[in-house]
């Protein structure tokens, strides 16, 4: 499947059905993230059933601590 992510056109395998999958590909499924699918923000609780389709528009912010 191929999914716009920040801007960039990546493929993702077919596993990666949900919001959650996504985040464990990248493994930033343990870190603090926002996730926005086409322009909407998924609420954390939604992360599992938010399924992926080709061509969405993501994006994924997430923190970073240091001092």
Same mark, same amino acid.
């Given at each position: 499947? $191929? *999914?716009?992510? !920040? =801007?960039?056109?990546?493929? #993702?395998?077919?596993? #990666? $059905?949900? #919001?959650?999958?996504?985040?464990?590909?990248?493994?930033?499924? !343990? $870190? *603090?993230? &926002? #996730?926005? &699918? !086409? *322009?909407?923000?998924?609420?954390?609780?939604?992360?599992?059933?938010?399924? *992926?389709?080709?061509?969405? $528009?993501i994006e994924i912010v997430h923190f &970073?601590?240091? =001092?």
């Open positions: 499947m $191929k *999914l716009i992510i !920040n =801007g960039e056109s990546i493929h #993702v395998p077919e596993q #990666v $059905k949900t #919001v959650s999958d996504l985040l464990a590909h990248f493994q930033l499924h !343990n $870190k *603090l993230a &926002v #996730v926005e &699918v !086409n *322009l909407t923000i998924i609420e954390k609780s939604q992360y599992d059933t938010t399924t *992926l389709c080709d061509g969405d $528009k &970073v601590g240091g =001092g």
